[in-house]
């Protein structure tokens, strides 16, 4: 399933999931990307779990 706002961050899902699944570092530019699109601070995107 795609998410909203996908196409904006110009970003392929294939590689938002590498991501999401911790298969592939997102790069900074990626991650603030993402961060905008969700309306999240990055700092809470890459906070240590």
Do not use: F, N
Request: aromatic share 4%.
């Amino acid at each position: 399933m795609a998410i909203k706002g996908e196409m904006a961050a110009d970003l392929h899902a294939v590689y938002i999931s590498e991501v999401e699944h911790g298969t592939k570092a997102g790069s900074k530019e990626a991650l603030w990307r993402i961060s905008k699109i969700l309306r999240v601070p990055l700092s809470q995107l890459v906070r240590e779990v």
